[in-house]
C-alpha cells in the first residue's frame, strides 16, 4: 500500500503528465529499446511508428496517476491490456526494465522539475503498478496452460488450408503439430501469429480474430494483406500449406455473451471476421437466437465470406442479413447484391433495429469504430449493451470515443 505521501506527490504530477505524457513515453520506448533491443521482438513495430503505442502508454499513466488512491478503478483496464500482455508473452521480469527506462524518461524530459521525492514516489507508485498487472497476468498464463488443450508461450501450428476469401483477405486452417488437442476459446476472441521473415531482423507478432466457431479440430484466421502490413504481406506471400507458423493460445476479452436476446452483429471491412465466429457460434449453440448482421465493405470485390453469411440467413429465419458498399462496382449495381450504397449510418440502424435491449457488438477500422459508438448512443442503446474489438492500443480509441 501507498503511504499518503506518495499519493499526494503522485496526484500532483496528473496535470504535468497531461501535457507532457507523450513526451514522456516516447522518449522512454527510445531509451528502452537503445538498452535492451531484444524487446523489439515483442513491440508492435508499425505502433511505434505511428506513434499509437507511445500515445496508448500515456494515457495508462495518466489513468494510474489519477487513480492512485483508488487503483482497483483500473483494474478493469489491466486485465484488457493483461490479455495482450499475456498473448505476447511478456512476462514479470519485463517489468523491472519497463520500470527503470520509464524513471530515466521522466528525468530526462521533466529535467529539474523531476525532484527526488517525485522520481522516488513514481518508483514506489510503479513497483506497486507492476505487482498488480503480474499478479492478473500469472492468472491468465496459468488459465491457459492448465485449460483442456492449453500450452505455454508459443506452439507450432501447420498451415492446413489457405483459402482465398476475397481480393485482400485470406483464411489460414491452424492445426497443431503434434497432433494433440487445441484449447478451446470464446467467439471473438483472438490467437496471436509470431513470424520472422526473412527479410527482417526481428520477430514480429500480430493478434488475428478466430473467424470461426468454436469446438473444431483447428484455429482459422481470415487476414487482410495490408499495403505495408509486414505479417499480413509474409502470410499472404510467403507462407503456404503445408508450413509450421507458431500461435499462442487464444486470448482477448471482447467474446459473444450467452444470452437470449437478439445479437446485433456490425462490421466494416476486415471486422467481419470475429463477427462470422459469432454468428457460426450462435447458429451452432442457440439455433433460435434473433441476429442482425450488418456488414459494410468497399465493393463485393473485397468483401470476404459474403456467400456462407448470405447462406447461414437463407437456412435460419431468424438471421437477418444487411450488405452496404460505399462504391460498388457495375457489377454490384447491376446484380443488385447489396442491400445500401454508402455507410452503416443512424438512419439504417432506425430502419432495422427496433429492440434497443439488443446487444451489440462491433468491429472495424477505427472511423468506423467512432461512427458506430455514436451512431448507437444516438439511438438510446445503452453502453453495458455495447461491445466492440480493436487491435491497436485499447486506451487510443477509448479517449477518441470519448472525444468523438
Known sequence: MLNQ??????????????????????????????????????????????????????????????????????IPVVK????????????????????????????DVLGDAAS????????????????????????MYDEAKAQPGGWEGFRNFVVDRKVQESDVITSFYLKPEDGKEIASYQAGQYITVKVKPDDQMYTHMRHYSLSDAPGKEYYRISVKREEYGVVSTYLHQDVNEGDIITLSAPAGDFVLEQKENTAVLISGGVGLTPMVSMLNTIIEQQPAREVVFIHGALNSQVHAMKDHVAQVASEHSNVKNLVVYSNPTD?????????????????????????KQADFYFCGPTPFMKMMYRNLTELGVSIENIHFEFFGPASELEEELVTA
Open 5 to 74: 505521501k506518495t499519493i499526494d506527490i503522485i496526484k500532483s504530477t496528473v496535470p504535468v503528465l497531461e501535457k507532457h505524457g507523450t513526451d514522456i513515453t516516447s522518449r522512454f520506448y527510445k531509451i528502452m529499446f537503445s538498452n535492451h533491443p531484444e524487446l523489439l521482438n515483442i513491440f508492435n513495430h508499425a505502433n511505434q511508428r505511428q506513434g499509437r503505442q507511445q500515445t496508448a502508454l500515456a494515457n495508462t499513466v495518466y489513468a494510474a496517476a489519477a487513480n492512485i488512491d483508488n487503483l482497483g478503478a483500473i
Open 80 to 107: 484488457q491490456i493483461g490479455q495482450k500482455h499475456r498473448a505476447l508473452g511478456i512476462k514479470a521480469e519485463h517489468y523491472p526494465i519497463v520500470g527503470e527506462n520509464l524513471l530515466a524518461a521522466i528525468k
Open 116 to 139: 527526488d521525492d517525485i522520481i522516488n514516489a513514481w518508483a514506489e507508485a510503479y513497483g506497486v503498478i507492476a505487482d498488480a498487472f503480474i499478479g492478473i497476468e500469472k492468472e
Open 331 to 355: 457489377s454490384d449495381k447491376e446484380t443488385k447484391n447489396f442491400d445500401k450504397e454508402g455507410f452503416i449510418d443512424l438512419d439504417l440502424l432506425k430502419s432495422v433495429i427496433d429492440d
